[in-house]
């Protein structure tokens, strides 16, 4: 057992690191690519903040490499329970200041006052429902993952809690009945893989990631990084990849992500930060776009949204 706490992430690494510690080192037998050129294996979990911090990044990733990368989402089990004590954080209300912290570090709206009003006890049942929604519809699994992280970084709201699962899967199209067969079934079965493929390849905090092409390379990306350490790690493996050339316009990138915070507008459409929340206020006065705002920052979404 060492001091990290996975609920005190370090904005200067970029980690939420969990407490416990492997030796095990990467094995490349679970690091094959498969359709595409470059396969990469991103370990978080839904209420990892270092993960929702990378979230500009990533889908500027998707966006320019998408024809060269699969991802594979694997939940690591962040907050297994509440104990421990380390780290400062011996009870959830100790979380909120932490989480207002790294709001701002960031540039992404987190709101830590979940932490007083309605506390998580761990992220395991979000973790099983992703793997039960990923059983179901790929697609529809990332689009869940993106809806829960929402509601626990922005709505405060208890995503362990069965409600608000059922209320995320509904809204992403899932069919309800095996949602709930398989997140009372199997999802947890395949969910302790997860962790146990984690702790193969030395997995400690998260986000970490691993890239890997058909030969068997692999580079590794540990915690919240600059958008050019992630490409840079795709093109040391494929030297040849080229940016895809996207349409950086508002209503081009909403209709690729339905959802974005000011800082995701900004890195995806080349707007400049200090402008892109007018930008994107104007458009909630012409009727495009709605508006959620919290004490930590705001997200828009597509007037015609789920939201």
Not at 40 to 67: A, H, M, N, V
Not at 205 to 228: A, R
Not at 267 to 279: C, F, I, M, Q, S
Request: charged share 25%; with cysteine.
């Amino acid at each position: 057992m060492n001091e990290n706490n996975p609920l005190i992430c370090d904005p200067e690494s970029g980690i939420c690191e969990m407490p416990i510690s492997n030796d095990s080192s990467a094995e490349s037998s679970s690091l094959q690519a498969q359709t595409k050129p470059i396969k990469i294996i991103y370990y978080t979990d839904p209420i990892c903040s270092s993960c929702w911090g990378i979230e500009p990044q990533l889908r500027k990733l998707k966006l320019e490499y998408g024809d060269y990368i699969d991802i594979e989402y694997r939940m690591g089990g962040l907050l297994p329970d509440w104990s421990y004590n380390s780290g400062g954080i011996s009870k959830p209300s100790d979380v909120a200041h932490h989480w207002d912290e790294v709001s701002v570090y960031y540039d992404m709206p987190i709101d830590g006052d979940l932490w007083l009003e309605d506390p998580l006890s761990s992220s395991y049942p979000p973790s099983i429902a992703f793997k039960a929604a990923e059983m179901q519809d790929g697609e529809k699994a990332l689009l869940f993952l993106r809806e829960i992280r929402e509601m626990v970084f922005l709505q405060k709201k208890n995503i362990t809690r069965w409600e608000f699962l059922e209320q995320a899967a509904t809204s992403v199209g899932l069919d309800i009945a095996r949602f709930k067969a398989d997140y009372s079934g199997r999802a947890k079965e395949l969910f302790e893989e997860y962790l146990r493929l984690g702790r193969e390849l030395g997995v400690r905090g998260f986000p970490t990631m691993f890239f890997s092409d058909t030969l068997g390379s692999v580079e590794m990306v540990y915690g919240s990084k600059p958008y050019s350490v992630f490409e840079n790690a795709i093109l040391k493996l494929l030297p040849n990849a080229s940016k895809t050339e996207y349409d950086p316009t508002w209503n081009a990138v909403f209709s690729k992500y339905e959802s974005l915070t000011a800082n995701e507008f900004s890195v995806l459409t080349g707007t400049p930060r200090n402008e892109a929340e007018a930008e994107l206020d104007d458009l909630v006065e012409s009727g495009a776009l709605d508006k959620w705002t919290t004490k930590n920052g705001a997200i828009w979404t597509l007037k015609s949204d789920r939201h």
